[in-house]
């Protein structure tokens, strides 16, 4: 069992930059592929990023490839998204999440989650 908890959201310029940690409570990481989502209001949870157990394997959603960076850090506990160039469209609740296979961008495909964190955009 692993409990995360989000942090660094906030509010922010477009053209602006924020890093989004997730840090184990409790459990371990280090056995997880993670992944990022984010929900904004009426719409679906959808996948932001990914990265295997080992950080080796990193995957992007075209929306944020080239703009977003995800990383982990095992011996912390801790994953990161790093957003650079934000966008008003990048507004949304943040989550992530820890879970058994590489490269999977369905919520479902992920057993545990964090209670997210809010990133606003201002344009």
């Known amino acids: 069992q692993v409990q995360l908890v989000e942090s660094g959201g906030g509010l922010v310029q477009a053209g602006g930059s924020l890093r989004l940690s997730c840090a184990a409570s409790e459990g371990t990481i280090r056995n997880y592929a993670m992944g990022w989502f984010r929900q904004a209001p009426g719409k679906e949870r959808e996948f932001v990023a990914a990265i295997s157990w080992s950080g080796g394997n990193t995957y992007y959603a075209d929306s944020v490839k080239g703009r977003f960076t995800i990383s982990r850090d095992n011996a912390k506990n801790t994953v990161y998204l790093q957003m650079n160039s934000l966008k008003p469209e990048d507004t949304a609740g943040y989550y992530c999440?820890?879970?058994?296979?590489?490269?999977?961008?369905?919520?479902?495909?992920?057993?545990?989650w964090g209670q997210g964190t809010q990133v606003t955009v201002s344009s």
């Open positions: 999440a820890a879970g058994p296979y590489d490269s999977r961008r369905l919520p479902y495909e992920y057993d545990y």
